[in-house]
């Protein structure tokens, strides 16, 4: 394990983990950490956990782990080019809005902007990365980056080490062993390894693969996204409405999942409007891809549902 004292001590004090803080009543102990594999996942899972949250006076932080850097239909609407003719300067520009759209999105759930934690990982690559067995250091295709970096606030590694990490399956580990390690979590959300989206069944993998690392004691909670073969029910923004399985094309989705969910948390109507408006706070509209934009917010509902992957009876 690469975690140092120091680095701890120094991301503490970033963190602002005041031991007063900690003192002021018992729900200053619950800490939750939400990982995202791109920004906005965030909020389409877990806005209605992190305003809970933090109206219950808890400890919340959201980590990107990528930037979203590697959406190329999104580039091109966004710089007004062809999606051949994007280059990394284009997904620079798109990474700067997504990361903006994140902080914005916090702070419209009663967060601050800087609880917002940047891995800077490379979007698209980090089932390569998980899958790398001689640790071989990725260039990413879009940025052209091959180490971690954030360009509105500072990425991670380079907030606590000085210096950013380079492309690598250790890396990640290493840097979410650091984060599980300092930020003790007592309730961890993060994808589900059924995701259609292999960065967000990747995320899971990581992330779960970290906290055994830690030797981990906390609840882990799955959110579900790309749900297979479609996701979610029903369609559209419908805040006095739970979610639904349905049938599609005689099988059952989301699919590879119990149903019900093993825990719903209900959301009341004030609740689902917020959630709305920090996912029309990811708003890439402005780049053309309204059904994208409507998916998204197809995720209002009455409740927000999670699994629990590592319980046996899954
Ligand atoms: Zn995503």
Known sequence: MRFCLKSALVFAILIDLSSASAQ??????ESIVVFAPHPDDEVIGCAGIIMQALARGARVKVVDITSGDGFDAAAAGLTHKKVAEVGPDDYFALSRLRQTQSRNALEILGGKADDLIVLGYPDGDLGNLYDSTDDKVIRQQFTKKNETYA????DYHTSVHGKPAPYRRSSVLGDLVELLTVLQPTEIYVTDETDGHVDHR???????????????KGAVYTYL??????????????????FESRKVDGEVAPRGLPWPPPRHVPLTPEQAQRKLESIQAHNIQVVGMPDHQNEMESFVKSEEVFWTPLTPSR
């Open 202 to 216: 990747t995320a899971f993998w990581f992330v779960r693969d970290a906290a055994q690392q830690v030797g981990y």
């Open 225 to 242: 996204v790309h749900g297979l073969p479609a996701w979610p029910f029903p369609p559209g923004v419908t805040p006095n409405r739970p």
């Open 151 to 154: 360009l509105i606030q500072k």
């Open 24 to 29: 002021v009543s018992p729900a200053r102990s």
